[in-house]
């Protein structure tokens, strides 16, 4: 079965509630022809109901089965604000700037019904930066005690089936954390083994990038850290299969990690790729996804309480189906 075949068949079992806080732009809504045809959740909307009706109308979606949220008359409003200054008192938020916050950036009331458990998830993005859904969702939903550093993994699914799990790969940090230390490394690809373990029927194979292989490099502070996060990670988690610090080559390829890794505990077979920085991790998945033809979904969030999923603001319809599919899966 096709990997989006498989996460499709396994978010409509799942049946959860997944809100989208921009209900009024035309991706968000042609998405919901796939969402609904393949039972992917149960969608929720934000937005003015007029203005979706109008633009569902002119382009042909069927909201019988979508629940809308009105933005100008929310309901639980006074329990969202209320919630959003307990949530941040260290910060002595008031409720009229927190109602401020709400009406501007609707992904807070996304992320604050995802707390208070009126939805399981949210998926934002197409109109909203990076920025603004992380801060959300950090605010709102919070970190997991598990691994408290938020961050992003895209899931990235390449045309040749003989690399990572047939043809699949999860990416991190490729959004959230500019320039990790070797713990929010450790707390990055822990969360991304997690995650692969939700979504591959495939043992985590962790490869800790850098621009060298066991030392080939000579030193250098970048992959001194990703080595002390490699250990960090063999500390936390001593029987999983994690090498580093490696080259992508040595990482996908048996032949090369046999020449230059010769131990290597993923032995070429990787299937989950741990970034040393923003900038390696960001121009790798658009690479990825632009000159080899991959298919990307994400970036999700994780790292968090619950789950929510950022979308690239280039994103389409079919996108955004995936994001919500992979969210109710995780929820």
Same mark, same amino acid.
């Given at each position: 079965?096709?990997?989006?075949?498989?996460?499709?068949?396994?978010?409509?079992? &799942?049946?959860?509630?997944?809100?989208?806080?921009?209900?009024?732009?035309?991706?968000?809504?042609?998405?919901?022809?796939?969402?609904?045809?393949?039972?992917?959740?149960?969608?929720?909307?934000?937005?003015?109901?007029?203005?979706?009706?109008?633009?569902?109308?002119?382009?042909?979606?069927?909201?019988?089965?979508?629940? *809308?949220?009105? !933005?100008?008359?929310?309901?639980?409003?006074?329990?969202?604000?209320?919630?959003?200054?307990?949530?941040?008192?260290?910060?002595?938020?008031?409720?009229?700037?927190?109602?401020?916050?709400?009406?501007?950036?609707?992904?807070?009331? /996304?992320?604050?019904?995802?707390?208070?458990?009126?939805?399981?998830?949210?998926?934002?993005?197409?109109?909203?930066?990076?920025?603004?859904?992380?801060? +959300?969702?950090?605010? !709102?939903?919070?970190?997991?005690?598990?691994?408290?550093?938020?961050?992003?993994?895209?899931? %990235?699914?390449?045309?040749?089936?003989?690399?990572?799990?047939?043809?699949?790969?999860?990416? /991190?940090?490729?959004?959230?954390?500019?320039?990790?230390?070797?713990?929010?490394?450790?707390?990055?690809?822990? /969360?991304?083994?997690?995650? +692969?373990?939700?979504?591959?029927?495939?043992?985590?194979?962790?490869?800790?990038?850098?621009?060298?292989?066991?030392?080939?490099?000579?030193?250098?502070?970048? %992959?001194?850290?990703?080595?002390?996060?490699?250990?960090?990670?063999?500390?936390?988690?001593?029987?999983?299969?994690?090498?580093?610090?490696?080259?992508?080559?040595?990482?996908?390829?048996?032949?090369?990690?046999?020449?230059?890794?010769?131990?290597?505990?993923?032995?070429?077979?990787?299937?989950?790729?741990?970034?040393?920085?923003?900038? &390696?991790?960001?121009?790798?998945?658009?690479?990825?996804?632009?000159?080899?033809?991959?298919? $990307?979904?994400?970036?999700?969030?994780?790292?968090?309480?619950?789950?929510?999923?950022?979308?690239?603001?280039? !994103?389409?319809?079919?996108?955004?189906?995936?994001? &919500?599919?992979?969210? $109710? *899966?995780?929820?």
């Amino acid at each position: 079965m096709e990997f989006i075949d498989k996460i499709y068949e396994q978010a409509k079992k &799942a049946k959860k509630r997944i809100l989208f806080p921009e209900g009024e732009e035309v991706r968000v809504l042609k998405s919901l022809g796939l969402i609904l045809r393949h039972e992917l959740c149960i969608p929720v909307l934000i937005g003015d109901p007029d203005k979706i009706s109008s633009i569902a109308k002119k382009e042909k979606v069927d909201l019988r089965n979508t629940e *809308i949220i009105d !933005c100008k008359n929310y309901k639980n409003l006074d329990k969202y604000i209320s919630l959003y200054c307990e949530i941040r008192k260290h910060k002595k938020i008031k409720p009229g700037d927190a109602r401020k916050l709400i009406f501007d950036k609707p992904v807070f009331y /996304a992320a604050l019904a995802v707390r208070a458990g009126e939805v399981d998830g949210f998926v934002a993005g197409a109109a909203h930066t990076t920025r603004d859904v992380a801060r +959300a969702a950090i605010h !709102c939903i919070g970190a997991s005690k598990d691994t408290p550093t938020v961050s992003s993994s895209s899931i %990235m699914i390449l045309p040749d089936k003989s690399l990572g799990s047939n043809g699949v790969f999860i990416f /991190a940090d490729a959004g959230i954390v500019p320039d990790p230390t070797a713990e929010q490394l450790r707390d990055i690809a822990l /969360a991304s083994v997690r995650m +692969a373990r939700t979504l591959l029927d495939d043992e985590p194979k962790v490869a800790m990038l850098s621009y060298s292989t066991r030392g080939s490099g000579g030193s250098g502070k970048s %992959m001194e850290k990703v080595q002390a996060a490699t250990r960090l990670i063999m500390e936390k988690e001593p029987n999983l299969l994690v090498d580093g610090e490696i080259q992508v080559d040595a990482a996908v390829s048996p032949e090369v990690s046999k020449r230059k890794n010769a131990k290597s505990s993923i032995k070429g077979r990787a299937n989950i790729f741990i970034f040393p920085n923003l900038d &390696a991790g960001n121009i790798a998945y658009k690479l990825t996804e632009r000159l080899g033809k991959a298919l $990307a979904i994400g970036p999700i969030l994780q790292g968090l309480k619950k789950p929510a999923s950022d979308l690239s603001r280039g !994103c389409n319809s079919d996108d955004i189906a995936n994001s &919500a599919a992979v969210t $109710a *899966i995780r929820a």
